[in-house]
């Protein structure tokens, strides 16, 4: 089961720009399915964008536009590109996996579609 790590959080204004990063290690990672979920203060787990196994992406409607999925399958790192931060997107992000066969996306799952979880990095935008 992989590992993951992320990094690249931090404090940023409005309309800023961060890169958040997942490193994966342990088994094969081109076999999982991934994502970055957020979590603000008194909320729910929220998705926030995924990359399928077969390389389709997917964004929340609150993020499109402005936040690019990606991953680099050689380093096995995925990593989130954040533009135009608002402030409701503070939150702790977390990098999820999965490798179970799903007939469909499981980000159309939510949490449930993933059942590996790095610790979380903070992301705070103010205004």
């Known amino acids: 089961q992989a590992q993951l790590v992320e990094s690249g959080g931090g404090s940023v204004q409005a309309g800023g720009s961060l890169r958040l990063s997942c490193a994966a290690s342990?088994?094969?990672?081109?076999?999982?399915?991934m994502g970055w979920f957020r979590q603000a203060p008194g909320k729910e787990r929220e998705g926030v964008a995924a990359?399928?196994?077969?390389?389709?992406?997917r964004y929340a409607d609150s993020v499109k536009g402005r936040f690019t999925i990606s991953q680099d399958n050689a380093k096995k790192i995925l990593y989130l590109q954040m533009n135009s931060l608002r402030p409701e997107d503070t939150a702790m992000y977390y990098c999820?996996?999965?490798?179970?066969?799903?007939?469909?996306?499981?980000?159309?799952?939510?949490?449930?579609?993933?059942?590996?979880w790095g610790q979380g990095t903070q992301v705070t935008v103010s205004s």
């Open positions: 990359i399928d196994r077969d390389g389709t992406t």
């Open positions: 342990g088994d094969t990672y081109s076999t999982y399915y």
């Open positions: 999820a996996a999965d490798r179970r066969r799903w007939l469909t996306s499981p980000f159309l799952h939510g949490v449930s579609g993933y059942n590996t």
